[in-house]
C-alpha cells in the first residue's frame, strides 16, 4: 500500500512539475498579461456546502498574486467507511475552483495540445466534452478538468473509486462559470484586493496589495558575474 502511495504522489508531483515549468514560462514573456479573476466568493458558489452522508472538514478560499493574479476556493469532505477488506479507512474528497485569469504560464498550459489518451500514469480523455486529466494509484486518485478556456477545476480521492468522479462532478454548479463573461486581457493592476478566507472558523482577511512582475536582469546578471 505504501508503495501504491509512493507512485501516486510521485505522479502527481510531475505533474505539478510541468505547471511550475508553465509558470516560468510566463515570467520569461516581457510582461504577464491576463484578466482579472472573479471575486473568491463566486468560486464558492460553485462548490457544494452540503453532501448527504458526507462531514465537510474544510472550506477555504484565496485571491491574490502569483505571476499572474489568481483565485480559487476549496472545499474537503469525509466519512468513515470499511475498505473491501473490512479495515476502518476514512473516505476523503478535496474539490478546488480556481480562476486562471486565462494566464498563459498558470495550470491551463497543461491542456495546451489536448488529446486522449495516457502516458506514464497520466490519463487525459474527455467527460461530457471537458478535458480532464486523470492520474490513479490505488485508493487514490486527483483529476483536473479544465473549464470556459480559465478554470481549473481539481478534485482528489483518498479511498474512492474512480467510478464516483461523475457523480461528484455532477454535486458542482459548473454553469456559473458557463455564465462568467471575460473581461479585457489588460496587465497587472496598480492595486489588487488579497483576501484569505476560512469558512470553518470564520476568518476572512482582506488587503489592498500592489501587484509586483519580477523578472532577472539577465544584462545585470551577466555583469554581475564580469565584476567577480
Keep these: 500500500m505504501r508503495k501504491a502511495n509512493w507512485?501516486?504522489?510521485v505522479r502527481v508531483m510531475l505533474l505539478c512539475f510541468v505547471s511550475v515549468t508553465a509558470r516560468m514560462h510566463g515570467y520569461a514573456q516581457e510582461m504577464p498579461k491576463g484578466i482579472i479573476p472573479v471575486d473568491v466568493e463566486e468560486l464558492f458558489a460553485v462548490l457544494p456546502k452540503q453532501v448527504e452522508g458526507w462531514k465537510l472538514t474544510g472550506s477555504r478560499g484565496w485571491q491574490g498574486?502569483?505571476?499572474w493574479l489568481e483565485a480559487s476556493a476549496t472545499r474537503t469532505f469525509e466519512r468513515a467507511a470499511m475498505s473491501n477488506d473490512d479495515t476502518p479507512v476514512t473516505r476523503k474528497v478535496r474539490i478546488t475552483v480556481q480562476?486562471?485569469?486565462?494566464?498563459a504560464g498558470s495550470d491551463i498550459a497543461l491542456f495546451d495540445d489536448f488529446s486522449p489518451g495516457e502516458e506514464e500514469g497520466v490519463n487525459r480523455l474527455y467527460m461530457n466534452s471537458i478535458p480532464v486529466i486523470v492520474i490513479e494509484e490505488g485508493p487514490r486518485l486527483y483529476a483536473q478538468f479544465f473549464l470556459q478556456g480559465r478554470f481549473i477545476l481539481s478534485v482528489s480521492f483518498s479511498e474512492l473509486p474512480k467510478s464516483e468522479l461523475g457523480d461528484w462532478f455532477k454535486k458542482l454548479n459548473v454553469r456559473l462559470l458557463a455564465g462568467v463573461k471575460d473581461g479585457p486581457v489588460v496587465g497587472l493592476p496598480k492595486t489588487y484586493t488579497s483576501r484569505s478566507?476560512?469558512?470553518?472558523?470564520g476568518r476572512d482577511k482582506s488587503s489592498v496589495i500592489k501587484p509586483v512582475y519580477e523578472i532577472e536582469d539577465e544584462e545585470s546578471e551577466e555583469e554581475g558575474k564580469s565584476d567577480e
Aim: charged residues 40%; proline residues 0%; hydrophobic residues 45%.
Design 197 to 201: 478566507i476560512d469558512e470553518l472558523k
Design 7 to 9: 507512485f501516486f504522489w
Design 65 to 67: 498574486q502569483d505571476v
Design 99 to 103: 480562476d486562471t485569469g486565462k494566464f
